[in-house]
């Protein structure tokens, strides 16, 4: 969760959309984009999660989990090497790790030897205890930053998560007690039901979060790192995705890149410099990969929403310039012509919960590319 904007809650309540929302979402651009993997897949269930395993590469399974009440969906990659297991990014929640690593032994014998955290945002690395309590042995990697930040910010969740919980509580009775929604339709039976599963759901997530054993990262880098290892050479790049000292993990061979949330779908998180992220997504357009897992997003064995999101980039840094010399003054004013509305309709194909996103999005970005213009200033 970053300091400036956090990851979308799945929950309706707290922000997302329903499931059925999202899941027909995320395969409407899949499929319009071009670049999806082929889903072969299986789908687990436990805990009010759908988990899907997707084979990616030969041993390397993405698990897509699509409902964890605090974003609204996230990957897990599990790499199975000769003699044993790396892990990329543990999730959000410990149940959902346990699910995870209960496929994991279903997949193989093979002890997890290396867990991998991409950065220090929750839905990484809070399934770190899972692993370690089953493989005491295991090494988890990150940048020094990203130890240093997990550090410094995990006190904080329980506290956050519980005022979200209870915001939530509020909004629910309110919608009750008023028998209308927080944007004035009627409350539907149908309405209600689903609002009160995404806060006892919530709930759910809230008692486990503020319960978890925080374990940090016990082997750190800075720049990179390159392991040959297990059959496979992985090469660690430290980069700046939607934060400082993330991890992307490049395997040459089997010219895999899993991004973190450098590369998130359907809409990039950039909670960072534009200009300094754009920087990240250049550089890793320019490695020779097949398949790309991003954070957040399936699996694409194509280069096409990678290129998005820098065509997304580039469009809000170049109009915001543009804006700031005509001599703009006004961050509205700025919101209201700077919209990269060329690549609006490739983004969201008229869904309607992905138009409402993706404005949002660039309204989003182009605050962040004004003070990063101005020198760390906002504009009134």
């Known amino acids: 969760m970053g300091p400036g904007r956090a990851p979308e809650p799945r929950s309706r309540i707290v922000v997302g959309p329903s499931l059925t929302v999202l899941v027909r979402a995320l395969l409407l651009l899949a499929a319009l984009i071009g670049g ?29 989990v699509m409902r964890d009440s605090y974003v609204r969906q996230l990957n897990s990659v599990v790499i199975v090497n000769e003699h044993d297991v790396l892990v990329f990014d543990t ?9 995870i690593l209960a496929e994991i032994r279903k997949l ?69 007690r008023t028998g209308k929604q927080s944007d004035g339709t009627a ?6 039901t689903e609002d009160e599963e995404d ?56 010219k895999l890149l899993i991004t973190g949330d450098t590369v998130s779908y359907p809409m990039p998180y950039i909670n960072s410099q534009l200009s300094r992220h754009l920087a990240s997504l250049k550089m890793l357009s320019r490695l020779d990969f097949a398949v790309l897992v991003p954070g957040h997003g399936p699996a694409f064995r194509d280069r096409q929403f990678l290129e998005l999101e820098m065509s997304l980039i580039e469009s809000v840094l170049v109009g915001t310039r543009a804006a700031l010399k005509r001599g703009s003054i006004s961050l509205e004013e700025i919101q209201k012509t700077v919209t990269a509305e060329e690549l609006r309709e490739t983004f969201t194909h008229h869904d309607a919960d992905l138009e409402r996103r993706f404005r949002d999005r660039v309204k989003f970005l182009v605050k962040g590319a004004v003070r990063e213009l101005r020198g760390g200033q906002d504009l009134p």
């Open 36 to 64: 999806a993997v082929d889903a072969q897949s299986a789908h687990m269930s436990g805990a009010g999660r759908d988990i899907r395993k997707t084979v990616v590469a030969d041993g390397i399974y993405q698990f897509m």
């Open 91 to 99: 999730d959000t929640r410990p149940s959902t790790a346990r699910l």
């Open 199 to 254: 806060v006892r759901d919530y709930q759910s997530f809230v008692d486990e979060a503020v319960t978890l054993r925080r374990v940090l990262p016990t082997l750190s880098y800075v720049d990179e790192l390159t392991l040959h290892y297990g059959g496979r050479e992985f090469r660690f790049m430290e980069v700046l995705g939607d934060a400082e000292g993330t991890t992307v993990l490049y395997l040459p061979r089997e």
């Open 187 to 192: 409350l539907t039976p149908a309405q209600r």
């Open 108 to 176: 193989t014998p093979k002890p997890v030897r290396y867990v991998v955290n991409s950065h220090w945002h929750p839905d990484h690395w809070s399934g770190n205890a899972v692993y370690l309590e089953a493989f005491p042995g295991v090494e988890i990697i990150a940048t020094a930053k990203t130890r240093q930040l997990m550090q410094n910010v995990q006190n904080e969740w329980p506290v956050r998560f519980r005022a979200e919980l209870q915001r939530a509580q509020a909004e629910l009775e309110q919608e009750v």
